[in-house]
T-cell receptor
Framework: DAKTTQPPSMDCAEGRAANLPCNHSTISGNEYVYWYRQIHSQGPQYIIHGLKNNETNEMASLIITEDRKSSTLILPHATLRDTAVYYCIVRVALGAGNMLTFGGGTRLMVKP | EPEVTQTPSHQVTQMGQEVILRCVPI?????FYWYRQILGQKVEFLVS????????KSEIFDDQFSVERPDGSNFTLKIRSTKLEDSAMYFCASSDLDLTAYEQYFGPGTRLTVT
């Protein structure tokens, strides 16, 4: 799986958009970009994933650059409950046995 | 919304004892996983399980570890002889058969403390 690089920490004001960047310059054509988050020692939570098109769901939007070498997770209106560690993971979507490899992630602190 | 459950939430055991951590995956899921997270460190993959056999395992998952799906609902992780360094949060996860949307759903974790 391609390696990802994320800033170790970010702050965001409550109610504002949180934009979390991820670099994955060695991504392969068949690798997806996944985002998970972990709120204070809880189990990681899936947020969103994409291959090359931008994606949006009820939690967030994922913007993938045209060359797919980087992406941005956008939380449109961050709340205090969005304070968490956010992980960008790049991997092939295959069948059974495909583990998730978590890096250090970005610790997002949403402040009042 | 369906969720993965884990019991117990906290397990304290003495070094050398056997422990069994239990998980109930989401009912229609077919792939099951165990991860662990030592305090302050990254989440680490241990093992994946499909069709009643191990699909993949990490170097951490040595002979002291085993997994089992004893019935149609439970998925267990056994540590035969616990060591101090096994103290960690253990997360169970499951996913379904959709091969293009490989979302893993995690449980709340079991905190294992080995004394």
């Amino acid at each position: 799986d391609a390696k990802t690089t994320q800033p170790p920490s970010m702050d965001c004001a409550e109610g504002r958009a949180a934009n979390l960047p991820c670099n994955h310059s060695t991504i392969s054509g068949n690798e997806y970009v996944y985002w998970y988050r972990q709120i204070h020692s809880q189990g990681p939570q899936y947020i969103i994933h994409g291959l090359k098109n931008n994606e949006t769901n009820e939690m967030a939007s994922l913007i993938i650059t045209e060359d797919r070498k980087s992406s941005t997770l956008i939380l449109p209106h961050a709340t205090l409950r969005d304070t968490a560690v956010y992980y960008c993971i790049v991997r092939v979507a295959l069948g059974a046995g495909n583990m998730l490899t978590f890096g250090g992630g970005t610790r997002l602190m949403v402040k009042p | 919304e369906p969720e993965v459950t884990q019991t117990p939430s906290h397990q304290v055991t003495q070094m050398g004892q056997e422990v069994i951590l239990r998980c109930v995956p989401i009912s229609n899921h077919l792939y099951f996983y165990w991860y662990r997270q030592i305090l302050g460190q990254k989440v680490e993959f241990l093992v994946s399980f499909y069709n009643n056999e191990i699909s993949e395992k990490s170097e951490i998952f040595d002979d002291q570890f085993s997994v089992e799906r004893p019935d149609g609902s439970n998925f267990t992780l056994k540590i035969r002889s616990t060591k101090l360094e096994d103290s960690a949060m253990y997360f169970c996860a499951s996913s379904d058969l959709d091969l293009t949307a490989y979302e893993q759903y995690f449980g709340p974790g079991t905190r294992l403390t080995v004394t």
